[in-house]
């Protein structure tokens, strides 16, 4: 081979590699430009974390259960009925993680359409499908050594269910268009208000996603269950609007407390933040009232909500029992069978009225 020849075959592979390395750069870009975007989005957002405090024996034990898991890398599934503060539990979890120092990325499942998931999870290459003119970095490539959070799990469709199950297996994924197996290191953190073993019961969610997402359970409770941490919450609220609204609120009003305790809050943490802004933009006085007819016309519906809610707990475990003819602990057990402690199953089956069928199994 002559001189020219080789010099020839050197600069091909000079403008390869050139070539390969503007490719790279515009990804780094690529994905600092949406690292800026989300943390733009992160700045806005209030993530002060102090509506997870309260006295109350449920949240200590959602406190406890945070701080357990927080240091670990392990996948956390957290649990609650709209409105409670599923993002809250994660956002914790990541500030209190070794990860800390890179992005928490929160992707709402029940937000993006099954034909957009895809590509906003694992990103997309140029002309993968009509409209896409060029790369798209995605959530889990942005997450790259932090944290995603994948909120409203329960939506995501059978086919993507296979996707995503092969990341938390493999630790890779392929942009759409693309066939490159690409390396990821994140932690993944999701949530649902859905009953997921019941879903998978009826074929709607994949066992074996299930299993791998339920590695460390929190139960965030719902706020009727927790009337305690009520005023508390109220006051954090209060002390928030006053900054945001400019104005002097000194205190809450105990009839407004009183009744704040007694309504049933069918919409959480969520719906208590609703009213006390309502009640702040509506008040002229240092003391904060809530008008009784903003809490009085969903007390029927709440309560025929919850006892809907009682029912389906009722029949679940009577089904848990019938199952293991009676027995309540230790392996094949019902508190086994529906992860609960045996102690917090017998207050649950006080409280519905429920006797156990088979004493004699235990």
């Excluded at 390869?16 to 943390?39: S, T």
């Excluded at 995501?156 to 759409?176: D, G, K, N, S, W």
């Excluded at 809050?265 to 969520?270: L, Q, S, T």
Aim: net charge positive.
């Amino acid at each position: 081979m002559d001189n020219e020849a080789i010099l020839l075959e050197l600069l091909g592979v000079l403008v390869q590699e050139r070539a390969d390395l503007l490719g790279r750069i515009a990804d780094l870009e690529k994905r600092r430009e949406r690292e800026v975007e989300y943390l733009r989005g992160e700045i806005q957002r209030d993530s002060n974390l102090r509506t997870l405090t309260g006295d109350s024996a449920a949240m200590k034990n959602v406190r406890h259960a945070i701080s357990q898991v927080a240091p670990t890398d392990s996948t956390v599934l957290i649990l609650g009925e709209t409105g409670t503060g599923k993002e809250l539990v994660a956002r914790a979890i990541h500030q209190l993680s070794p990860r800390r120092q890179h992005l928490l990325v929160s992707v709402n499942c029940a937000a993006l359409s099954p034909t957009l998931l895809p590509s906003e999870l694992f990103g997309h290459e140029a002309g993968a499908f009509t409209g896409a003119t060029k790369r798209r970095i995605g959530r889990f490539e942005l997450a790259h050594r932090g944290t995603l959070f994948l909120d409203e799990i329960a939506e995501i469709p059978p086919e993507i269910q296979v996707m995503l199950l092969r990341v938390l297996q493999e630790r890779t994924f392929e942009r759409v268009g693309g066939n490159q197996a690409m390396g990821v290191d994140v932690r993944v953190v999701a949530a649902t208000h859905q009953d997921l073993p019941a879903l998978v019961q009826a074929g709607r969610f994949r066992a074996d996603l299930f299993y791998r997402l339920n590695v460390f359970p929190i139960c965030v409770p719902a706020l009727r269950d927790r009337p305690e941490d009520i005023p508390d919450l109220a006051r954090h609220f209060l002390h928030h609007f006053n900054r945001r609204m400019n104005k002097q609120v000194q205190t809450i009003s105990p009839i407004a407390i009183q009744r704040m305790q007694a309504y049933p809050w069918p919409g959480n943490v969520r719906e208590l933040e609703n009213i006390v802004e309502r009640a702040m933009i509506a008040t002229t006085s240092s003391v904060l009232d809530v008008d009784p007819n903003w809490l009085a016309r969903p007390i029927a519906n709440s309560s025929a909500r919850a006892e809907g809610l009682q029912d389906v707990e009722r029949q679940t475990i009577e089904a848990a029992l019938k199952r293991s003819n009676g027995k309540i602990y230790g392996p094949g057990g019902a508190a086994a069978a529906l992860r609960l402690k045996p102690t917090t199953l017998y207050g649950k089956m006080r409280k519905l009225g429920i006797d156990r069928k088979a004493p004699a199994a235990l």
